[in-house]
């Protein structure tokens, strides 16, 4: 029989941490019910002690989710700890996730401290999380670059003191596969108590091998891993939940399983790319577009002739289905609704039919229709409760001609209007707009990406607006990039003026 591997979710905490990601109460939400359908164990639902909205957050997730545990992270301090508890009082099933720094460089630079020191502070706040809950997880912050003898002293001690889960993060990214696989496998030879608790992985990016330290992890012993939808998180990110739940899928020699329902990875990784701005890259295994497709001639004449000739996975094994529908102007409500459904999207009736319209309206100016441009619809109608709203955009650019813009504000149901000349057609909307909302703000970054190639595509803007010292993101898209990027501007007014 096959041993059980726990999937351990931080997708709505360490991967909401990247810049520009951060996501509300309703959408957790969403992505929480859907890691749920997923199969996942347990949700890092949030941090509550770090703002009022983590801790609803948690709250409102706790109540939304049956049966995964619920997870909320604390330091070593008793008031994380009592926040965390707050929050978890709804839970279900509920975990309080402590820990300290454990390597040498956290233990002098960052809290100017002694090894005994930090040791006595994990056991205090194993103990005292442990007067609220009976699962404990505590993790050992750059356990990858924590001496093995000493890193053996604090699992001991934190098991001893209640710990039933050991977190050992590779935080920086930096260990090798195989130094990595040697410090799980050196902690279960070395801790008394380690059948009293079980060792977690969790793998950040750094130097690309954040699912290679995983698996090593877990064939020297670990059965928890932390894992992200699309391996977003912090600077390069963390491991990535499918490439780990279909390496051992695929792999069925290792008798390694996993709870999760993998026919839901794609629709997931859809949802929360769109909910969280962050485009999956073509060439992402699992579920980047490109990751069953085939230019080589010679690939394509063997997969047409056996598609394991070149395919270690079946597309439907993860929710892509081969003969998906078309979709184009002619499609039907019942067309998108599928669609959506398959990409992990269920609507209300009325909001469908808003969606709906604005796909029909891009579909007469778009001729190929992918699963991004109509999560991007159904992302972009999330935006319609906004205070300030791009009303009217009409732009004169030319060779020889200087850029004017003339713009109109709705902002909470009256109007402004304003017109500018400037610097390209970007640049004189942009100042059209600046007219009107009067802040002293400063674009500090423009990226614009496209989903696909040809000239009828959909412009994807993030945008990066610092007004008094914050840094605040914006977003749009549309089949008109100049549109685009002024709702994108417009879209991180709003997180400060709306």
């Excluded at 670059?145 to 934190?158: G, H, I, K, P, S």
């Excluded at 977190?167 to 596969?177: K, M, R, S």
């Excluded at 577009?289 to 997969?303: C, E, K, T, Y």
Aim: proline share 2%; hydrophobic share 40%.
């Amino acid at each position: 029989m096959s041993e059980r591997l726990f999937i351990f979710d931080t997708t709505l905490r360490d991967g909401e941490q990247v810049p520009g990601c951060q996501l509300n109460t309703v959408e957790k939400i969403q992505v929480a019910e859907a890691l749920e359908e997923l199969g996942v164990d347990v949700i890092e639902a949030g941090f509550p002690v770090s703002s009022p909205g983590d801790f609803n957050s948690v709250i409102e997730i706790s109540k939304a989710v049956t049966w995964p545990v619920i997870c909320a992270l604390t330091r070593a301090v008793e008031k994380d700890i009592d926040a965390a508890a707050d929050a978890l009082k709804h839970a279900r099933r509920k975990r309080i996730h402590t820990g300290i720094g454990t390597s040498d460089y956290h233990i002098r630079h960052k809290f100017n401290s002694s090894r005994e020191e930090i040791l006595e502070r994990a056991v205090a706040a194993t103990r005292y999380a442990k007067q609220y809950v009976e699962d404990v997880e505590f993790y050992c912050e750059d356990a990858g670059r924590t001496d093995n003898e000493y890193l053996a002293r604090v699992v001991e001690a934190v098991i001893r003191a209640g710990a039933t889960v050991v977190n050992i993060p590779d935080t920086t990214g930096y260990c090798l596969p195989r130094e990595y696989a040697a410090k799980i496998r050196y902690l279960a030879e070395h801790v008394d108590a380690i059948h009293k608790a079980v060792l977690s992985t969790h793998c950040h990016n750094d130097l690309g091998m954040a699912t290679a330290n995983t698996v090593q992890g877990v064939l020297h012993g670990a059965r928890q891993v932390e894992v992200t939808v699309n391996g977003i998180g912090e600077r390069a990110g963390n491991t990535s939940l499918e490439e780990v739940a279909m390496i051992f899928r695929s792999h069925r020699e290792l008798d390694i399983d996993t709870n999760i329902n993998t026919t839901k990875i794609y629709g997931a990784s859809r949802m929360v790319s769109s909910l969280m701005n962050m485009p999956v890259q073509p060439n992402k295994a699992i579920v980047g577009r490109n990751a069953f497709a085939h230019s080589s001639g010679i690939h394509q004449d063997g997969v047409l002739k056996n598609r394991e000739s070149y395919e270690i996975i079946d597309p439907k094994d993860i929710g892509l289905d081969d003969n998906a529908i078309v979709l184009t102007a002619r499609s039907g409500r019942a067309a998108l609704k599928h669609r959506l459904n398959l990409l992990g999207v269920k609507l209300e009736p009325e909001k469908l039919d808003k969606v709906y319209e604005d796909f029909l309206k891009l579909a007469d100016r778009k001729k190929d229709i992918r699963d991004d441009d109509i999560l991007l619809l159904v992302g972009k109608d999330r935006t319609s409760s906004q205070r300030i709203k791009l009303q009217y955009l009409q732009v004169t650019s030319g060779i020889g001609l200087q850029s004017v813009a003339s713009v109109r504000l709705d902002i909470a149901g009256e109007k402004f209007e304003s017109a500018a000349s400037g610097n390209g057609p970007v640049d004189a909307a942009i100042k059209a707009v600046k007219s009107i909302i009067h802040r002293q703000m400063t674009i500090q970054e423009f990226l614009i990406q496209a989903i696909n190639k040809g000239s009828d595509d959909i412009g994807k803007v993030h945008m990066q607006v610092e007004y008094e010292g914050n840094i605040y993101y914006g977003f749009s898209a549309n089949t008109d990039i100049i549109a685009a990027s002024v709702e994108a501007f417009v879209d991180a007014i709003n997180k400060f003026a709306g």
